[in-house]
């Protein structure tokens, strides 16, 4: 397994949007295991094949205390959305940088596995958010795309202040 380089933002290339996955082979299976590996690692609780720079429809996520319910949506898609909930969000290609989010309370998503099995599940409460959040990376959109253009201001000013502190 092997750790991959998460992008940051503002790096044009999470504006990318994923296509398909058609190849579902052990090449897929390692590239997953690494996703994971780097999830973990960062650490997070969810990660999008693009914010690896691979523009694959492709996202992980696991929310456990003990990292230990790993899960893998290939090609998701929402089928249903209802109720509203407030959640902090943060992102792995926003290091430090949090924000709530307004989205649905409940997803139903048609997805496939990694053997390209396809299923539909349904997500709620603080999974269901990762699920949006995740899938939003595979269409370009990054989490401070939903705030008002206040609020993402003077978030990218945080950011900016943090990045220049680190250097």
Same mark, same amino acid.
């Given at each position: 397994? =092997? ?6 933002? @503002? !790096?044009?290339?999470? #504006? ?10 052990? &090449? ?12 973990? =690692?960062? @650490?997070?609780?969810?990660?999008? =094949? ?5 523009? #694959?429809?492709?996202?992980? &996520? ?7 319910? @790993? ?23 926003? @290091? ?7 989205? +649905?309370?409940?997803?139903?998503? &048609? ?10 599940? !349904?997500?709620?409460?603080?999974? &269901? ?19 008002? =253009?206040?609020? #993402? ?9 943090? #990045?220049?502190?680190? +250097?």
């Amino acid at each position: 397994m =092997a750790k991959l380089t998460i992008l940051e933002f @503002p !790096d044009p290339r999470l #504006r990318t949007k994923a296509q398909p996955v058609t190849v579902f082979d052990a &090449a897929l299976k390692q590239f997953v295991a690494d996703m994971f590996e780097t999830m973990y =690692a960062a @650490p997070g609780v969810g990660l999008a =094949a693009t914010q690896v720079d691979v523009h #694959r429809q492709l996202l992980v &996520a696991d929310m456990s205390e003990n990292s230990d319910q @790993p899960l893998v949506l290939v090609n998701p898609r929402i089928l249903e959305k209802d109720g509203v909930q407030v959640f902090q969000e943060g992102c792995l290609s926003f @290091p430090g940088i949090y924000a709530d989010v307004e989205r +649905a309370l409940h997803v139903k998503v &048609a997805a496939q596995d990694i053997d390209g099995k396809p299923f539909e599940r !349904d997500f709620e409460g603080p999974l &269901a958010v990762c699920i949006q959040h995740e899938m939003d990376h595979l269409v370009g959109k990054v989490f401070v795309d939903h705030l008002s =253009a206040f609020k #993402r201001s003077l978030l990218l000013k945080k950011l900016e202040k943090k #990045r220049k502190q680190s +250097a």
